[in-house]
Nanobody
Framework: QVQLVESGGGLVQAGGSLRLSCAAS????????MGWYRQAPGKQREFVAT???????NYSDSVKGRFTISRDNAKNTMYLQMKSLKPEDTAVYYC??????????????WGQGTQVTVSS
């Protein structure tokens, strides 16, 4: 089993920056990728970014060029540096992880979520 805990959410004005962190524990050796999803009120959950154990990254078009995902494998910690934030980025952000048991490569471990609110 893998446990994920997010931190770093908060309130920020449009154009500002935040850095989210996700600490993984448990059977972290089994993780082959980690990432971030988000969900705004009344909307479906959407993909934000992923990073593999080897360091390959992918981003959604909506955040590309503004967000940077990174990881420290030794510390079992993943980060999402968010800059040039927009009100549309307001959502609960979820840390995710994937191992070989995942379905169609989707995350099978989820954190509790951290709220990011961007004011206009």
């Amino acid at each position: 089993q893998v446990q994920l805990v997010e931190s770093g959410g908060g309130l920020v004005q449009a154009g500002g920056s935040l850095r989210l962190s996700c600490a993984a524990s448990g059977s972290t050796f089994s993780i082959n990728a980690m990432g971030w999803y988000r969900q705004a009120p009344g909307k479906q959950r959407e993909f934000v970014a992923t990073i593999t154990r080897g360091g390959t990254t992918n981003y959604s078009d909506s955040v590309k060029g503004r967000f940077t995902i990174s990881r420290d494998n030794a510390k079992n910690t993943m980060y999402l540096q968010m800059k040039s934030l927009k009100p549309e980025d307001t959502a609960v952000y979820y840390c995710t992880a994937r191992d070989r048991t995942s379905v169609v490569g989707l995350p099978n471990y989820w954190g509790q979520g951290t709220q990011v609110t961007v004011s206009s």
